[in-house]
T-cell receptor
Framework: GENVEQHPSTLSVQEGDSAVIKCTYS??????FPWYKQELGKRPQLIID?????GEKKDQRIAVTLNKTAKHFSLHITETRPEDSAVYFC??????????FGTGTSLTVIP | EAQVTQNPRYLITVTGKKLTVTCSQN?????MSWYRQDPGLGLRQIYY???????DKGDVPEGYKVSRKEKRNFPLILESPSPNQTSLYFC???????????FGEGSRLTVL
């Protein structure tokens, strides 16, 4: 099956700086790559996603890039704010039915 | 308002005592799925269902059963729980074909 690796596991940045989280996947059949944010004690919520026919997608301060050849995708958060502090999960899906998640990145934004 | 409702939200039980975690949606989505979340392991898919009476194994189905007799409900059954099933469980629906997962609030299960 698919194997998704996520780095780093923890990340601390100063408010206003950028944060980058990277994921790799193993199954070339994966074609959907969502990112979820989970605040403490809450459910995961989708923040951005990208499909394999697109190389980059941006939504305000959040962007995701995908390199199909290298099988890696990254989340970029610019101008970070304290409310960006949370655990972020990447995922890969080869079918839209099976989802494989990374192990998570705990992001802390220091005011 | 879209809702995915899980019950119970918290449960402490003992080894071997059968339990069911219910999941109900009010959005008429065909796809529903179950995940467990463990520290350092992220979210792992247990089972998913593409429609009524159609279920399939995810990445970690051992020790679990599911059923999908109605579109709105997708219960997770632990026939004989063991301590290694202590975890935080999430039910999710998929909004549209290949679309985003919308998660329930989670059910924290402890098996002693």
């Amino acid at each position: 099956g698919e194997n998704v690796e996520q780095h780093p596991s923890t990340l601390s940045v100063q408010e206003g700086d950028s944060a980058v989280i990277k994921c790799t996947y193993s199954d070339s059949a994966s074609n959907y790559f969502p990112w979820y944010k989970q605040e403490l004690g809450k459910r995961p919520q989708l923040i951005i996603d990208i499909r394999s026919n697109v190389g980059e997608k941006k939504d305000q301060r959040i962007a995701v890039t995908l390199n199909k050849t290298a099988k890696h995708f990254s989340l970029h958060i610019t101008e970070t704010r304290p409310e960006d502090s949370a655990v972020y999960f990447c995922a890969a899906s080869p079918s839209g039915n099976q989802f494989y998640f990374g192990t998570g990145t705990s992001l802390t934004v220091i005011p | 308002e879209a809702q995915v409702t899980q019950n119970p939200r918290y449960l402490i039980t003992v080894t071997g005592k059968k339990l069911t975690v219910t999941c109900s949606q009010n959005m008429n989505h065909e796809y529903m799925s179950w995940y467990r979340q463990d520290p350092g392991l992220g979210l792992r898919q247990i089972y998913y269902s593409m429609n009524v009476e159609v279920t399939d194994k995810g990445d970690v189905p051992e020790g679990y059963k599911v059923s999908r007799k109605e579109k709105r409900n997708f219960p997770l059954i632990l026939e004989s729980p063991s301590p290694n099933q202590t975890s935080l469980y999430f039910c999710a629906v998929r909004q549209g074909a290949g679309g985003e997962l919308f998660f329930g609030e989670g059910s924290r299960l402890t098996v002693l």
